[in-house]
């Protein structure tokens, strides 16, 4: 099957659940059936092998052997798929005994959907997703891993745009993705960490990344955390249906309960890389003041906005000598005064920011404000020590009819300057600079870019601070609107 061929009937899938089911929900129910419906299928498909192999010699013992999950009896697809009444109890029972049967693999892999609730997904809905993925089969000799992989990522993409703002809590962009990974250059046996990890998409694509450069991507060590539990088993999914085995995503709130841990410690990643929720206001401050795990680097950030706590998380959990972070963060980071002045100077001076790369404004379902990139190094190269790189790659896009977005050549020049680090004003639409410490101190150890490589005034930087401050004040203030309309809602008010 083609990858077109199988979008397609993906699509359509989700589309079965069109009118009870809001679109920004397809995504909790689509993708535990397309899961199931993999993983009863490639059995068949290893139950197959195994009796070829072995014949009439074939026993009990010798099959489980071939068999990546364990199904228990009257759990497989076609025991739901002809189920003719109850059939979100049977769906819901015959899950729930598959996650049972393989505690360490697939614990929580479907969610927490209630299957049964018929006003929710009434019958006849589910009735026809189970059916749209009857029609093909998912084992390894109808679809190729690869197209399987790139087919799930495509109905993220697809569900993306259907969730808007929601996106952002579990789609990162594929091209910013793309750009991070690029940077941060995972190699054969890393051990790679995203503490806010959404559907996977970062660690997924460092594992491309090392293949593409020739290294083997089943040495690397791979490592996620999500607070969200639907979430995070479409994480787990997403990397096995790209051919990974050998990982751990946990849940869990990686402020309140890190759960990458190694004794009673924190675990020191190679590459730790995240796209967090930005300026989270209830992140847990009066708890980070007495961190046991020592992660509040360089000071407090402050109670209502998270955005340096997930920087000092990540910088706490880079190894000492070959660790490298990239975070992406709003700009607000690069200048806010109070606590968060405080905390980005100390970073300075301790010499591990190594740079800060500006992206076009409108490449998130989350925002439209423009963002950045921030890259640490526990060890910068010698003629980069005492210097931040700065980049503004803010033109590099082509406009979009809702998201700009950025091409593999936009990507392919951001990254070469990157790792040149030559000064370049204004070239293939990029300008970059060195900067020294000193520099940047003369600054108040103010990061924002266009104090270094536009030769700004320090009124029309200021100018461009205080629109970017404007702007996510604004989309806080919506946020709680929303919140307050729910909750007036609630209480039986007319919001």
């Known amino acids: 099957m083609t990858q077109q061929q199988l979008e397609s009937v993906l699509w359509s899938a989700a589309n079965a659940l069109r009118g009870p089911v809001d679109p920004a929900d397809f995504k909790s129910y689509v993708f535990p059936v397309m899961f199931f419906k993999w993983i009863s299928d490639s059995f068949n498909h290893e139950k197959a092998r195994a009796v070829a192999d072995f014949g009439q010699d074939l026993t009990a013992e010798i099959e489980a052997d071939y068999h990546t999950f364990t199904i228990p009896d009257k759990c497989h697809w076609a025991d739901v798929h002809s189920t003719a009444v109850n059939v979100g109890v049977k769906l819901s029972t015959t899950l729930q005994r598959i996650q049972q049967a393989n505690p360490k693999t697939l614990a929580g892999v479907f969610g927490d959907v209630n299957w049964a609730n018929k006003d929710r997904l009434p019958e006849p809905a589910l009735t026809a997703l189970l059916d749209a993925f009857h029609a093909v089969r998912l084992d390894p000799d109808s679809v190729d891993g690869d197209v399987l992989g790139a087919a799930y990522e495509y109905l993220l993409r697809e569900f993306a745009e259907a969730s808007g703002r929601k996106a952002g809590e579990f789609f990162t962009p594929r091209h910013v993705v793309h750009l991070l990974v690029r940077i941060l250059d995972p190699r054969s046996g890393d051990s790679i960490a995203d503490p806010a990890c959404g559907s996977g998409g970062m660690l997924v694509e460092t594992v491309g990344a090392v293949q593409a450069a020739g290294g083997d991507p089943r040495t690397l060590r ?82 209502k906005n998270g955005d340096y706590a997930w920087i000092q998380h990540m910088v706490s959990t880079m190894r000492p000598d070959t660790g490298r972070v990239g975070v992406v963060m709003p700009h607000g980071v690069l200048f806010r005064g109070g606590k968060e002045a405080a905390i980005r100077q100390c970073l300075i001076e301790n010499d591990t920011l190594e740079a800060v790369i500006g992206l076009p404004s409108n490449l998130f379902y989350s925002t439209s404000i423009p963002v950045c990139l921030l890259i640490f190094r526990a060890s910068k190269p010698a003629e980069r020590r005492g210097k931040v790189l700065f980049v503004d790659a803010s033109a590099r896009f082509a406009a979009g009819k809702n998201q700009n977005t950025m091409s593999d050549e936009d990507i392919e020049v951001i990254d070469v300057a990157y790792k040149r680090g030559q000064d370049i004003d204004g070239e293939n639409g990029l300008s970059l600079r060195l900067v020294n410490l000193a520099e940047i101190a003369d600054n108040d150890f103010d990061l924002n870019i266009g104090r270094y490589i536009k030769g700004e005034t320090v009124a029309e930087a200021n100018v461009e601070e205080a629109l970017l401050a404007y702007r996510e004040a604004r989309e806080r203030l919506t946020a709680a609107e929303a919140v307050l309309d729910e909750k007036l809602k609630a209480a039986g008010f007319d919001a």
């Open 222 to 303: 791979l490592n996620g955390q999500e607070i969200n539990l639907t979430t995070a088993a479409i994480a787990k999914m997403n990397l096995y249906l790209h051919g990974l085995e050998d990982f751990r995503v946990v849940r869990g709130d990686t402020f309140r309960e890190p759960k990458l841990l190694t004794g009673s410690g924190l675990e020191k990643f190679d590459v730790v890389i995240a796209n967090p929720p930005f300026s989270l206001q209830n992140w847990g401050a009066d708890a980070w003041a007495k961190d046991p795990y020592g992660r509040v680097i360089c000071g407090l950030p402050p109670a």
